[in-house]
């Protein structure tokens, strides 16, 4: 899965550079995201985020999650390529009532001017609304105020600090 991934997008970065014009597939790549946050709820989550916490923006509660490729990176800019954030939103603290996920995925090439960071807002059963993936301008305009990289968890703690 991640080895065609790769190839595309390799292929895609040297036809741009060949001056040929190359629109990366945002739907595939959602489809690729989708099903690596399968079985994300084992994944380690950021330092002082275990848990559901209060959220600063997104839904009213928020348990954010990183793959493995993010667990060495303590937010010193740049992310590694290949980091992961996946943040599931919820209406209620226990967790019952999960409104949706947001992800950010690093990946080489795909956005350098903005962080190389696909962007993705889901639905619980993965589908999405028209333009809540790829290089969502919503997403970076807030996220763009970080000193992490783009990354509000990593680096930071859920009160800010
Ligand atoms: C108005 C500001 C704002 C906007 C717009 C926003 N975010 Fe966030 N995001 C935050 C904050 C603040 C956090 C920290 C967690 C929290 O408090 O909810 C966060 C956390 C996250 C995380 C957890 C991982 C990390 O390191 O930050 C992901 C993933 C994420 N946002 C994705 C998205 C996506 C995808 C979009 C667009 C659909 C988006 N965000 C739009 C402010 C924003």
Redesign the pocket.
């Known amino acids: 899965m991640f080895a065609g991934l790769r190839a595309g997008f390799t292929a895609a970065v040297a036809l741009g550079l060949a001056g040929c014009e190359v629109e990366v597939d945002d739907a595939a790549v959602a489809d690729d995201l989708w099903a690596a946050i399968q079985g994300h709820e084992a994944w380690s989550q950021?330092p002082g985020w275990e848990g559901i916490v209060a959220?600063?923006?997104?839904t009213q509660f928020?348990r954010?999650f990183q793959n493995d490729v993010a667990e060495g990176w303590d937010g010193t800019p740049p992310a590694p390529y290949g980091t992961m954030?996946?943040?599931e939103g919820y209406n209620d603290q226990d967790g019952a009532d999960l409104v949706g996920y947001?992800?950010?995925w690093k990946l080489e090439g795909y956005n350098e001017d903005q962080g190389d960071w696909f962007?993705?807002?889901l639905y619980p059963d993965g589908s999405y609304d028209f333009g809540?993936v790829g290089a969502?301008q919503?997403?970076i305009?807030?996220?763009a105020a970080s000193a992490h990289d783009y990354?509000?968890?990593?680096g930071s703690l859920?009160d800010g600090a």
Do not use: F, L, R
């Open positions: 950021p959220s600063n923006s997104h928020v954010v954030m996946v943040k947001t992800v950010m962007w993705a807002e809540d969502v919503t997403c305009a807030c996220h990354s509000m968890a990593i859920p």
